[in-house]
C-alpha cells in the first residue's frame, strides 16, 4: 500500500496563492507519475497537473495554465503544487494522485476553499 501524505490546504481571498504538498514517506516508493486531482460538491474528480517523474514534465488542465505550477523533488518523493492568482471556483478537495506499477495510490484530499 503506498501512503501520500498531503498538506497545504485552507482559505483564501480570490487573487491569493496557496501551496500544496504531497509526499510518499516510503524510501522505496516509484511511480511513473505523480499529480493532483480536484472534486467539487456534486462534480466529477479532475485532473488538475501531472507531472512525469522520470523527466519532470508538467500537464496542467487548461482551467489552471497559467496559475498553477507543478514541481518535484525526487530526493524528497515530493510533488508541490504552487496555486496562483486563485478564484472562487477552484475551491474543491484536491486529491494527490501517484501512478505506478502497483496501480494508483490516492492520498486522503485536501480542502481548498476561495473566497470572493
Known amino acids: 500500500q503506498v501512503q501520500l501524505v498531503e498538506s497545504g490546504g485552507g482559505l483564501v481571498q480570490a487573487g491569493g496563492s496557496l501551496r500544496l504538498s504531497c509526499a510518499a514517506p516510503?524510501?522505496?516508493?516509484?511511480?511513473?507519475?505523480m499529480g493532483w486531482y480536484r472534486q467539487a460538491p456534486g462534480k466529477d474528480r479532475d485532473p488538475v497537473a501531472v507531472?512525469?517523474?522520470?523527466?519532470?514534465?508538467?500537464w496542467y488542465a487548461m482551467s489552471v495554465e497559467g496559475r498553477f505550477t507543478l514541481t518535484r523533488d525526487t530526493a524528497k518523493n515530493t510533488v508541490y503544487l504552487q496555486m496562483n492568482s486563485l478564484q472562487p471556483e477552484d475551491t474543491a478537495i484536491y486529491y494527490c494522485?501517484?501512478?505506478?506499477?502497483?496501480?494508483?495510490?490516492w492520498g486522503q484530499g485536501t480542502q481548498v476553499t476561495v473566497s470572493s
Open positions: 494522485r501517484a501512478r505506478g506499477n502497483y496501480g494508483f495510490a
Open positions: 507531472i512525469t517523474w522520470s523527466n519532470g514534465a508538467p
Open positions: 516510503e524510501p522505496t516508493f516509484s511511480c511513473y507519475d
